[in-house]
């Protein structure tokens, strides 16, 4: 606990927190979390990641970091199940983009953050896609503990997350290059200057990301679902889950685990190419890496970079690719891709919902009708999508979906290859005239 490690000294492979539970006893139940529904006024309680803190038992209650990270809501969302192809009721959207900073990392970062406290810290950094870095530096800023320092490559990431890191303060460096290059950066001036590294390698990120499958589970009243269906971009969130159930199983607090769906953008799609196109699997830890290898040497040589509409998600070296194929495993997973158009489609039906969601979110649901039309997935299923964040996020491919600008449509969209809105909800123009103002109110409403 007193060290700074990611990865082994010898192999190179991502580490994991593993606890003796004989030392650190878990609940009888997972029931037993619910008495802790009534003390919302103490802290940890109220956190939606430190009330499950028996299950992530690494740190004592006086070191935890908490800002009320993990109020989020499970909804049932039937508009959005026609959409998809699921029975009434069978459709459930986590959505994470109620966290502070506007997107699932806070539960993550809540957990690093209380291991950096722990070992005394002064500066943390990240490579980022754009909502690492305004949890990050939301984090450093309310509780002080560390300064921000936030990598990320030209262009690559959206204003409304970019906002966020520079509104809180972090120093924010950008680089020539995209979120694989970040990454690589920040890993080697993490290592020469001592900073303290946050991104989901670090595997107390990982711990404070479980907790999102305990709310699921919690607001399910504790019944497991059929499937989890997670957008797929560095992977930590499905290695995190698989991790979770792999432990709750262990523990004997659920007698199964559900099925895992990781959805890649068509544009970021290194995972499916491994898993569906090459038969990578986990193979009891013995994956093949000459796979791995062989296809990252053919980015390298093509000069082939993510691109994709769900900036989020668009990511080509994905750091947890291994712990991925574990959760794979332990969930008798399955990949799939699907395009910017599906993307923003599923994204508009879920703001027709009540549930406004950055477009890398609606890839869980543009995955979830791609599987219920494969027959994957049967319309009677429990079917929870995961939606890490929030619609603001990146407001302006929603604008551009919706807009009646051609122009602004092609600027932001047409090069990713959308080509159409099928779902936009125009703005009606109208002269400014009662008449006609009424009129076009009762005409469209």
Not at 292 to 321: C, F, G, K, M
Not at 377 to 402: F, S, W
Request: aromatic content about 8%; hydrophobic content about 40%; charged content about 20%.
């Amino acid at each position: 606990m007193d060290e700074v490690l990611t990865a082994c000294s010898q192999c190179g492979g991502l580490l994991d927190v593993a606890y003796d539970w004989d030392r650190t006893p878990p609940p009888a139940s997972l029931r037993e979390f619910e008495q802790k529904w009534t003390r919302r006024w103490d802290p940890l309680c109220l956190s939606g990641v430190w009330r499950f803190r028996e299950l992530l038992p690494f740190a004592r209650p006086e070191q935890i970091v908490t800002i009320g990270e993990g109020q989020t809501l499970l909804q049932v969302a039937d508009q959005v199940a026609r959409f998809v192809g699921l029975d009434q009721g069978r459709l459930h959207l986590q959505y994470e983009g109620l966290n502070p900073s506007g997107s699932f990392k806070d539960n993550g970062m809540s957990a690093a953050f209380t291991h950096a406290r722990g070992i005394g810290a002064k500066r943390a950094a990240c490579a980022s896609t754009g909502n690492t870095s305004a949890s990050l530096a939301l984090y450093c800023s309310v509780t002080q503990l560390a300064k921000a320092i936030v990598f990320i490559g030209s262009g690559k990431i959206s204003f409304g997350k970019l906002s966020q890191a520079l509104d809180y303060g972090a120093l924010t460096v950008q680089i020539a290059g995209d979120f694989d290059d970040a990454m690589l950066r920040v890993q080697q001036v993490a290592r020469e200057l001592g900073i303290y590294l946050v991104n989901s390698v670090n595997p107390f990120r990982l711990e404070g990301q479980k907790t999102i499958m305990y709310r699921v589970l919690e607001a399910l009243r504790w019944e497991v679902p059929d499937w989890i269906v997670v957008p797929g971009g560095n992977l930590g969130n499905s290695s995190a889950f698989g991790k979770a159930f792999a432990e709750l199983r262990e523990l004997g607090l659920i007698d199964r685990v559900p099925r895992l769906a990781v959805i890649n953008a068509a544009g970021a799609n290194t995972l499916f190419e491994l898993f569906e196109r090459r038969g990578l699997r986990w193979n009891k830890g013995q994956f093949a890496e000459p796979v791995i290898d062989d296809y990252y040497n053919q980015l390298t040589a093509t000069e082939r970079r993510a691109a994709t509409i769900a900036s989020a998600i668009e990511i080509n070296r994905p750091v947890n690719l291994t712990k991925c194929l574990r959760a794979l495993d332990i969930c008798d997973g399955v990949v799939r891709e699907v395009s910017d158009q599906e993307i923003l489609d599923a994204k508009a039906q879920v703001g027709a919902g009540g549930l406004g969601c950055e477009p890398a979110s609606a890839a869980s649901v543009a995955g979830a009708k791609l599987l219920r039309s494969q027959g994957v997935i049967a319309p009677d299923e429990r079917v929870v999508c995961i939606l890490t964040g929030h619609q603001l996020k990146d407001p302006d491919a929603t604008v551009a979906y919706h807009t009646t600008d051609q122009a602004k449509f092609n600027e932001v969209l047409g090069k990713r290859g959308v080509k159409r809105a099928a779902y936009a909800n125009r703005a009606v123009p109208v002269s400014n005239d009662l008449d006609e103002i009424v009129k076009a109110i009762r005409l469209y409403s």
